[in-house]
């Protein structure tokens, strides 16, 4: 927990995380939702993203010591699982939403060997269908999965079943429950909102804020 406190200390620092619940923010979905994250923006600050990039091999270390490769979802994780792959001495890859639409078409970059034991890495898990996308192709070309690690999970119970229906585990460095004590303790959360807060996770579809 300690180490997830760390993290979720760290992403509210460099503001890749923001919290408005009296303002909430509109997702792509069209989700009312009180936070916005975007870890693109720890790559601008170097100690944090040697930070980061630490625990994440900490974790695909200690959770998937057999790992052989490491795949970068695109775009946001390819950084950070080139940065893991190049400080555990593995090979690595990545994988693009669709085929490219030109030149050799490929949706894989990178060199591939089937039966790979492979960890992906994404920046941030929601629902989780993308990322199991990402899986799924993976596994069509013949690479077997261990798990899939992530900076931050929102924690929602449909990215758990979805996760469990596909038969992948994943962890993530942080999660929304410990931004939240975290926001909570640093003022940067009023206690007034933390209610309103939790009452977003259960049911995100329908949150309206306010």
């Not at 089937?114 to 690479?143: H, M, W």
């Not at 931004?179 to 996770?201: D, H, T």
Request: glycine share 8%.
């Amino acid at each position: 927990m300690t180490e997830q406190k760390g993290v979720a200390e760290k992403l509210l620092q460099s503001g890749a995380v923001q919290l408005r619940p009296e303002n909430p923010y509109t997702w792509a979905s069209g989700w009312k939702s009180p936070i916005y994250c975007d870890n693109r923006k720890i790559l601008s600050f170097p100690y944090i993203r040697e930070y980061i990039k630490s625990e994440m091999c900490n974790v695909i270390f200690e959770k998937y010591p057999d790992v052989e490769l490491i795949a970068g979802v695109a775009t946001a994780g390819i950084a950070w699982g080139a940065m893991a792959a190049d400080q555990l001495k593995l090979p690595f890859i990545y994988v693009r939403p669709k085929p490219k639409e030109h030149g050799l078409g490929n949706q894989i970059e990178g060199a591939i060997e089937p039966g790979q034991k492979t960890v992906i890495v994404e920046d941030l898990i929601s629902t989780g269908k993308s990322s199991l996308q990402v899986v799924d192709v993976l596994r069509k070309a013949g690479l077997e999965i261990l798990g899939m690690v992530s900076i931050f999970s929102y924690g929602f119970d449909e990215a758990n079943k979805n996760f469990s229906d596909a038969g992948v585990e994943y962890q993530s460095l942080t999660d929304y429950a410990t931004l939240i004590n975290i926001g909570l303790e640093k003022g940067k959360i009023q206690s007034a909102a933390e209610p309103l807060l939790l009452q977003w996770r259960k049911d995100p579809a329908n949150w309206q804020g306010v």
